[in-house]
């Protein structure tokens, strides 16, 4: 979670997935990426049986969010993590 909040915003072709370079290029390049600490406008929140990131990437884009959970939490909230699961499946919430 720390080294995805790192991360700079977007680009078109993240750790050159565009070629198929040595496992140590890749490596340093993504290493290369990382920012020595957090940005300030990221944040994570680690629980017991859930851990969320929202990355800063810009003004434009604001954040992206993981939230990552077990089925315990699941089974303490289960309308909540249905829609969560819904959301990262179904962009539009009008859609049946």
Sequence with gaps: MERYAQLPGYAPSPASLDRAPAHEAVLQEITDLLHTE??????IRLDAHIAQVARYIDGFFGFDQWIL????????????????????????????
């Design 38 to 43: 957090r940005l300030a406008e990221s944040l």
């Design 69 to 96: 959970f077990d089925n315990r939490w699941a089974a303490t909230h289960p309308e909540l993590a249905r829609s969560l699961l819904r959301y990262a499946a179904h962009w539009d919430p009008y859609e049946k």
